[in-house]
T-cell receptor, first 111, second 111 residues
């Protein structure tokens, strides 16, 4: 069953904590992306990666970090430096120049 | 001017009517355009992609692209209550190869 999985579905973070969101795909896509969605706003790009062991900052990378050690996996860490992390986080993948497909998302709430 | 602009709505149409959703973009070099549907609390799912001027039909959905006027639209024929969702327009910007999203139009189909 091909697709993109994200875990957990819901995540609660205490202030000062780092948390890691998982994203896995078995579509054999080279490119993977992380977006953040806030109410009433469009999707904003956090980080993206077009090849293993390489990634680039998006428009709102401050307070986030990523790794791309395997083609299938692109985890996102929300660090304590991110002052307003409560949002809906979406992972997507694509062939490098084609349509992006989204995972089901992780909803992060700061307690 | 926003990079990708959509009327936030809500757009309310009666069941069985045609819903027309519009999107304008600022980058003349863009070549790829996408419509995603997003139900409340869920992740975006691809409905249509369009790359050439003119119309592209898929079932009840028709995407229309006019590069000279820098707009792309989505028509939904025979609208159903299950079509009620937020529709996101996305444009692949030629200069950066990044997918830029509009803030979405909320469609409400009244039974």
């Amino acid at each position: 069953d091909g697709g993109i999985t994200q875990s957990p579905k819901y995540l609660f973070r205490k202030e000062g904590q780092n948390v890691t969101l998982s994203c896995e795909q078995n579509l054999n896509h080279d490119a993977m992306y992380w977006y953040r969605q806030d109410p009433g706003q469009g999707l904003r790009l956090i980080y993206y990666s077009q090849i293993v062991n390489d990634f680039q900052k998006g428009d709102i990378a401050e307070g986030y970090s990523v790794s791309r050690e395997k083609k299938e996996s692109f985890p996102l860490t929300v660090t304590s430096a991110q002052k307003n992390p409560t949002a809906f986080y979406l992972c997507a993948s694509s062939t490098v120049t084609d349509t992006q497909y989204f995972g089901p998302g992780t909803r992060l709430t700061v307690l | 001017q926003k990079e990708v602009e959509q009327n936030s709505g809500p757009l309310s149409v009666p069941e069985g009517a045609i819903a027309s959703l519009n999107c304008t973009y600022s980058d003349r070099g863009s070549q790829s355009f996408f419509w995603y549907r997003q139900y409340s609390g869920k992740s975006p799912e691809l409905i249509m992609s369009i790359y050439s001027n003119g119309d592209k039909e898929d079932g009840r959905f028709t995407a229309q692209l006019n590069k000279a006027s820098q707009y792309v639209s989505l028509l939904i024929r025979d609208s159903q209550p299950s079509d009620s969702a937020t529709y996101l327009c996305a444009v692949l910007y030629g200069a950066t190869n990044k997918l830029i999203f509009g803030t979405g139009t909320l469609l409400a189909v009244q039974p």
